[in-house]
C-alpha cells in the first residue's frame, strides 16, 4: 500500500495531535474540574450550590469523549508511551477513575432526598470528584517532566519501578497545584459566563484572582524548578526519524537543563511559556472589570500555554526513563507503525471535526446564563 506521507511526518501530525486532544480535554472537562473544586467554596447553601452544579451538569458528559480520545490515541499511536503510563501509573489513574465516577453518582444522587445532611455528601463527593483528578493529572505531567522510573529489557518487556507515593515529589506535587489552581481559574471563568451576577459570582470572582495570581507564580516557579534542578535529557547518536519503533536502538542521555534547549534552537517555541503567562493576566483583568467572556478566554489561554509549553520544551521526548536513560520513549522511537499512524490519521480527519462541531453545537443549544429562579422553578435542573 503506498502512503502518501512519510513516517517520520507521521510521527510528528500525531505527536501534534496528541497535544490538541490533552488540550481539548483540559479546556472543556477542565472548567467541569474547576467548578466542581470550586463548588464549597463559592456556594454556601442548597440553591448556591445548584446554581453552581446546573452550570456544567448538562456539558459534563460530552466532554468526557475528548479523555476518551485522549486515552485512544495514546494506546493505538503510542503503544510504548501507553504500556508504561497506563501499567507504572496504574494506582494513580485508577485514582482518577474512582473520583471521577463520584461526578455522575453526585450529580443523580444528590436530589433524590431534601435531607440537608444527603445532600452535603454528595457535594463533597462532587468536590473531590474535581480536586482529585486536577491534581493527579497535574502530578503525572510533573513525573513526565522528571522522568519515570522504568526500564525495557532486551525483548522490549517493561519494568516500572516506582510506588504511588513515590510520583509525589516536591516538584511534581508543584505542578499538581498549578493544574488545581489554573483549572480553577478556568472553572470561575466558566462561572462568570455562565451564572446570573449575585453572591456566587461575588465569591468565584474572589476566588478566580487568587487562582489566576496563584497560576502565574507557580507556573514561573516551576519553570524555575526545571531551569535549576537540572531536568532534561537530550538524543545520543545519529537519529533514524524514519526507523524502526524501538526504544532500545536509540540512545538518550540526561542533559541538566535540557528541557530549556529547544527555546534556544527555535525561539517562536517561547510563544508556549508567554501564553501559560498571559493568559492568567488576562483572566485577572477580565474579573477586575467583570467581564466574564474576557475572564474564560484568559483561562483557556493560560491552559494551552501551559500544556504547550511542556510538550515544546521535552520535544522529541514523550517520556523519559529516570533509572535508565536509553528506555526513554521518544516521538521517533515510541510509534505504532507507518500504516497504522496513517490510517488512524484518515480516521481522525472524518471524525474530530464532527467531534468539534458536536460541541460547539451543544455550547450554541446550551448558552445563556442560569439564575436562581430557573433552580427554584425547572424540574429540569438537579
Known sequence: ?????????????????????????ALTDGYDLGVATLLPFVARNDEERRLTINAVAP?????????????????AAWPFVYAVSFSGFYLAMFLVLAA????????????????????????????????????????????ALAGAPFRFDSDLRMTYEGSLLGLFTPFTLLTGVLSVAMLALH?????????????????????????GIASIALFALGGLM??????????????????????????????????????????????APALGLIGPIVALVGISLRKGLLNFAG??????????????????????????????????????????????????????????????????VLAGRITLADVRTSLDFY
Open 100 to 143: 471521577l465516577i463520584l461526578r455522575p453518582v453526585g450529580y443523580k444522587y444528590r436530589s433524590k432526598d431534601a435531607n440537608p445532611a444527603w445532600r452535603a455528601r454528595w457535594d463533597w463527593a462532587i468536590f473531590i470528584s474535581g480536586l482529585v483528578p486536577a491534581l493527579v493529572f497535574g502530578v503525572a505531567v510533573g513525573n
Open 299 to 364: 483561562s483557556a489561554l493560560a491552559i494551552v500555554g501551559t500544556i504547550a509549553t511542556v510538550g515544546l520544551s521535552m520535544f522529541p521526548f514523550i517520556l523519559p526513563s529516570s533509572i535508565d536513560p536509553r528506555s526513554s520513549l521518544t516521538v521517533w522511537n515510541a510509534s505504532s507503525s507507518h500504516l497504522t499512524l496513517f490510517i488512524m490519521l484518515i480516521v481522525t480527519v472524518v471524525f474530530l471535526p464532527i467531534v468539534l462541531l458536536y460541541t460547539a453545537w451543544v455550547m450554541k
Open 226 to 271: 526545571v531551569a535549576k534542578g537540572g531536568m532534561g535529557m537530550h538524543l545520543v547518536g545519529a537519529v533514524d526519524a524514519s526507523g524502526p519503533s524501538n526504544p532500545l536502538m536509540s540512545g538518550s542521555a540526561p542533559l541538566s537543563g535540557g528541557w530549556l534547549g529547544n527555546y534556544a534552537l527555535h525561539p517562536w517555541m517561547l510563544i
Open 187 to 211: 472553572g470561575a471563568g466558566w462561572l462568570a459566563v455562565k451564572i446570573e451576577e449575585g453572591p456566587v459570582l461575588a465569591r468565584t470572582r474572589r476566588i478566580g484572582l487568587g487562582a
Open 59 to 75: 456539558h459534563w458528559e460530552g466532554h468526557q469523549v475528548w479523555f476518551i480520545l485522549g486515552g485512544g490515541a495514546i494506546f
Open 1 to 25: 500500500m503506498h502512503i502518501p506521507l512519510d513516517y517520520e511526518t507521521l510521527r510528528l501530525i500525531w505527536w501534534a495531535l496528541l497535544g490538541v486532544l490533552l488540550i481539548g480535554f
